[in-house]
C-alpha cells in the first residue's frame, strides 16, 4: 500500500512540475514574442526609442510582480522567441516543451543555428542538467566532433559522398581536442603518464561525460598475452551506439609515428583475441599532449578509419583559444582522411 500511495504522489508531483515548467517556458516565450513584435514596429524610430521602451517596460514589471522582468531578463525572452519560433508546435496534441527554462536560457548563448539544434537534442535524449549542458556548450561540443568537423571543412566532398554518415560511424562520437580541465593538472605541470591514468580513474564519471554518450569503462592496463610477449593497453572503453571497444593509449608528449603504430598493433591483437561476436571492429585513441600534421598524413593513421590522434587540454581555453585549435585539429583531420595535392 506504501507503495501505491508513493507512485500516486511522485506521479501527481512530477505532473505539477512538468506544468510549472511548461507555463514558465510558455509566459517567457509569449514576453520574448511581444518585445520582438515591439521591437519592429519602433526599428524605424531613433535607436534608443526602444530601449527607453525595454527599461520602463522592464521597471513597471518589476515593481508589480518582482523578480525576473529586468533588462536583461525581458531581453533574454526576445532572444528565446527568436531562436525557438516553433516551440510550441505539438505533435499529436503533446507538448514539446522537454527541458526547463534554465535549459533554454543556457541554449539561447549558441548562436549557430545547427549547433543550437543539436544541443537541444542531446539534452532532451541524454538527461543533460543545467551544468552539464552549460560545460557542453562552453566547451564547444558540437564544434570539436570529428563528424562535425569533416563536414564543415570538406562540404563540397560530403556532397558526393552517396549517403550520410551512419550512427555506427566513429567520427560522430570522437572529440578532439579533449578538455580535462577537472583532471587536475594545469599546462606547465610536469607528470608521467601513469599519473594522468590515475587522474582519470579517480574522475572517471567526468572522463565518461567528456567523451560523450554511450561510453562504458572496461578496464585499465588492460592484459593483452601472446605466445611472445605481454601487453598492457592504458585504457579501455566499450561504446554501446558504436558496439566497439575503444582503446586509449595516454602519451604526455607529441604523438610519434612509434606511438601510432603501437595503438595500430593494439587495435589488431584487440579485436583478434577480446572482440566477440556482435562487436564492430575496434577503434584506437592515441590521446597525447600535441597532435602532427606529418604523423597525420604519413603514417598509418592515415586513411585509416579505426585509429585516432586527440590532443588532451588541462585547462577550459578562452573562447577564442578554443576556437583556433579546433580548426588546427581540423586541419590535421583533413590531412588523415583526404589525399592533398601539392
Same mark, same amino acid.
Given at each position: ?19 510549472? $515548467? ?14 520582438? #513584435? ?28 518582482? %523578480? ?15 531562436? *525557438?519560433?516553433?516551440? @510550441?508546435?505539438? !505533435? ?21 543555428? /545547427? ?27 558540437? @564544434? ?17 559522398? +552517396? ?5 555506427? /560511424? ?7 581536442? !579533449?578538455?580535462? #580541465? *577537472?583532471?587536475? @593538472? ?16 579517480? $574522475?572517471?564519471?567526468? @572522463?565518461?561525460?567528456?567523451?560523450? %554518450? ?41 604523438? +610519434? ?28 585513441? !592515441? ?15 592515415? /586513411?585509416? /578509419? ?11 581555453? +578562452? ?11 581540423? #586541419? ?6 583526404? $589525399?592533398?595535392?601539392?
Amino acid at each position: 500500500m506504501y507503495t501505491q500511495a508513493s507512485d500516486i504522489i511522485t506521479e501527481a508531483r512530477d505532473t505539477a512540475y512538468r506544468q510549472i $515548467n511548461e507555463a514558465l517556458v510558455r509566459r517567457n516565450w509569449m514576453l520574448g514574442k511581444l518585445i520582438a #513584435e515591439q521591437e519592429l514596429k519602433l526599428k524605424d524610430r531613433a535607436s534608443n526609442y526602444g530601449m527607453d521602451i525595454i527599461t520602463g517596460l522592464a521597471k513597471r514589471l518589476t515593481d508589480a510582480y518582482g %523578480k525576473g522582468f529586468n533588462k536583461t531578463s525581458l531581453y533574454a525572452y526576445a532572444k528565446f522567441y527568436e531562436m *525557438f519560433p516553433e516551440i @510550441f508546435h505539438t !505533435v499529436c496534441g503533446k507538448s514539446s516543451i522537454l527541458l526547463s527554462w534554465s535549459h533554454y536560457r543556457t541554449l539561447i548563448q549558441e548562436f549557430n543555428k /545547427d549547433a543550437r539544434s543539436w544541443y537541444e537534442q542531446e539534452a532532451i535524449t541524454q538527461g543533460w542538467s543545467v551544468r552539464t549542458l552549460q560545460r557542453n556548450i562552453s566547451s564547444q561540443y558540437y @564544434f570539436r566532433l570529428l563528424a562535425s568537423q569533416r563536414k564543415n571543412l570538406v562540404e563540397q566532398e560530403m556532397l558526393q559522398l +552517396t549517403a550520410p554518415l551512419q550512427s555506427t /560511424d566513429p567520427t560522430e562520437f570522437i572529440k578532439n581536442p !579533449v578538455i580535462g #580541465e *577537472f583532471l587536475g @593538472f594545469t599546462a606547465d605541470n610536469s607528470f608521467q603518464e601513469s599519473e594522468l591514468e590515475q587522474s582519470i580513474i579517480n $574522475n572517471l564519471e567526468k @572522463f565518461l561525460l567528456e567523451m560523450g %554518450k554511450g561510453f562504458a569503462f572496461v578496464a585499465r592496463q588492460q592484459h593483452i598475452h601472446t605466445e611472445k610477449k605481454d601487453y598492457y593497453i592504458d585504457l579501455v572503453f566499450y561504446n554501446y551506439f558504436l558496439k566497439s571497444f575503444i582503446l586509449i593509449d595516454l602519451k604526455t608528449s607529441i604523438i +610519434t609515428h612509434q606511438d601510432v603504430g603501437q595503438m595500430d598493433m593494439y587495435v589488431r591483437m584487440y579485436d583478434e583475441l577480446k572482440r566477440t561476436e556482435g562487436d564492430n571492429p575496434t577503434i584506437g585513441i !592515441v590521446l597525447c599532449s600535441e597532435t602532427d600534421e606529418d604523423i597525420a598524413r604519413f603514417s598509418v593513421l592515415h /586513411d585509416n /578509419d579505426r585509429l585516432f590522434a586527440s590532443k588532451y587540454m588541462l585547462y577550459m581555453p +578562452t573562447t577564442e583559444q578554443l576556437r583556433a585549435e579546433i580548426e588546427r585539429q581540423k #586541419e590535421i583531420f583533413y590531412l588523415k582522411h583526404r $589525399n592533398v595535392e601539392e
